[in-house]
């Protein structure tokens, strides 16, 4: 092969994966893609043989050599103990940034939102999706939510690099910082700030639920979209979905140093072997892969034979509408009309062509280090033995002049004191002790959980209260 060829791994997947992969390579190679392509095994069969995150060691290095990675959907077996295949690469390989075009092919491809085009960046790495998760009582479990600023920043910054690299006009964040004000607020806060820097691109943010119901009514509204894992990850189906189908849309997966291609629905299986499934989610992802290594001239040539092939109405049966479709037709052959029309440009759809540029690359800011103090403790206590009253008298002995009993909360709500009686409690409760003075030592605080352990008041879990230049490091609770 060549040296000019771009070395890349390619994994076909279960299911579908398979027929849209080898319809999605076709493609390529017809277009004139230059790749050098290693295949491996992922999914199903490697979960089945043993491997709890469905991929080699074998694979992993495959990955480490080409950092390129083109990748079918898989199916997660179901039952306990599988990891999820895609969170898995995300975070070894620091993927942190996940790309989701999202736009409708009016007339040809229904939808409420004709001349749509949003694209979804959604922080990949961390948010609920840490996956930390403790059963901590009988009644309630947890999953931690954790926000760093670097990420933060990593995510914002490659938001406004999108922007100003593909002539984008604004970058909309969405949080929820109105209730969770550390961890939602850090985002907003890191938005603001990295907006600065970027002043001929217009800034905004919203509160994600208003803002998901904004993107759903009205996505012309929007340009660049930036969030946080979790709300990412929900907001791009429904931005994909509104735009004509979740089954057309392509993702991308960013790190520093790899890159992962692939569409964003699942392995589908009762469609398996039927050639039936539409490739174009797929192909889309790998438009991206090629936009990615430099190869814009192919990227050009083959997106616009898929538009004309779309705008000639030779549909695949998931979009296929007797009203605009000509011809329904399946995996293949889907492929092939795409083939027949490379060269050519779409009539009525805009036609794209891709600029050769270098990969988007961030880098996060150092993080100055404040002054951090200790001022007391969250002591979570496992109690079903009454009111928050008497929770309340068994705690208060315990205290001493450097940490005082300063609120008893169960599921974040104040019910000691003054807590209201039509409260729900759980028994999960939440006694928080603070210091009066400027802070507490740490032997004071493992003294005080000491005599709460003495007293057969056993903590399950415990979270030290900081302030950080003099600004508390932690919220009220909820009516306090």
């Not at 074998?58 to 050599?65: C, F, K, Q």
């Not at 749509?116 to 990949?124: A, L, T, Y």
């Not at 998901?212 to 340009?223: I, Q, V």
């Not at 794209?352 to 200790?374: C, N």
Request: charged letters at 25%; one cysteine or more.
């Amino acid at each position: 092969m060549g040296d000019d060829r771009t070395p890349i791994t390619v994994a076909r997947g279960d299911g579908i994966g398979p027929e849209i992969m080898d319809a999605t390579l076709r493609i390529l190679e017809a277009g004139g893609a230059r790749l050098d392509i290693n295949e491996i095994q992922i999914g199903e069969a490697v979960y089945e043989a043993g491997n709890s995150a469905g991929i080699t060691d074998e694979a992993l290095d495959s990955l480490r050599r080409t950092k390129v990675f083109l990748k079918a959907p898989i199916t997660t077996p179901q039952g306990g103990g599988f990891k999820s295949l895609n969170v898995t690469v995300r975070k070894t390989f620091g993927l942190y940034a996940n790309i989701r075009p999202c736009v409708s092919y009016a007339p040809f491809i229904a939808t409420k939102h004709p001349g749509m085009d949003v694209v979804i960046i959604r922080e990949n790495e961390e948010d609920l999706y840490a996956g930390i998760e403790h059963q901590q009582t009988d009644e309630v479990v947890q999953c931690l939510k954790l926000i760093s600023r670097p990420g933060c920043e990593r995510i914002v910054r490659y938001a406004f690099e999108y922007a100003k690299v593909h002539d984008r006009a604004k970058v909309t964040a969405f949080t929820k910082d109105n209730i969770m004000k550390l961890t939602d607020g850090l985002f907003h806060k890191v938005f603001d700030e990295v907006s600065l820097e970027y002043p001929d691109i217009e800034a905004e943010h919203w509160i994600v639920d208003i803002g998901a119901a904004k993107l759903a009514d009205d996505p012309a509204s929007f340009d660049v979209v930036v969030l946080p894992n979790l709300y990412g990850d929900i907001l791009s189906d429904v931005a994909a979905q509104i735009a004509g189908s979740v089954g057309l849309a392509g993702s991308a997966n960013i790190g520093a140093e790899l890159a992962m291609f692939e569409a964003i629905h699942g392995s589908a299986p009762r469609r398996a072997g039927q050639n039936l499934a539409n490739p174009s989610g797929l192909f889309l992802g790998a438009v991206l892969m090629l936009v990615h290594i430099g190869q814009g001239d192919v990227a050009t040539k083959v997106h616009n034979a898929w538009l004309r092939t779309i705008e000639d109405g030779i549909h695949t049966y998931d979009v296929y509408d007797p009203a605009v479709s000509t011809e329904k037709v399946g995996t293949a052959e889907f492929a092939s009309a795409v083939i027949e029309r490379i060269g050519q440009l779409p009539e009525q759809l805009p036609a794209v062509s891709y600029r050769t540029e270098e990969p988007i690359q961030v880098v996060a800011s150092p993080v100055p280090r404040a002054v951090k103090a200790q001022v007391g403790i969250d002591v979570f206590l496992n109690w079903d033995a009454g009111t928050p009253d008497d929770l309340a008298q068994l705690l208060l002995p315990h205290e001493s002049p450097e940490l005082k009993l300063n609120m008893v909360s169960n599921r974040g709500q104040k019910v000691w004191p003054g807590g209201a009686p039509e409260t729900l409690t759980t028994d999960h409760w939440r006694c928080r002790f603070m210091t009066p003075g400027d802070s507490v030592s740490a032997g004071e605080v493992v003294d005080l959980q000491r005599r709460l352990v003495d007293a057969g008041l056993n903590p399950i879990k415990t979270e030290g209260l900081f302030t950080f230049d003099g600004e508390p490091g932690f919220t009220k609770g909820q009516g306090q």
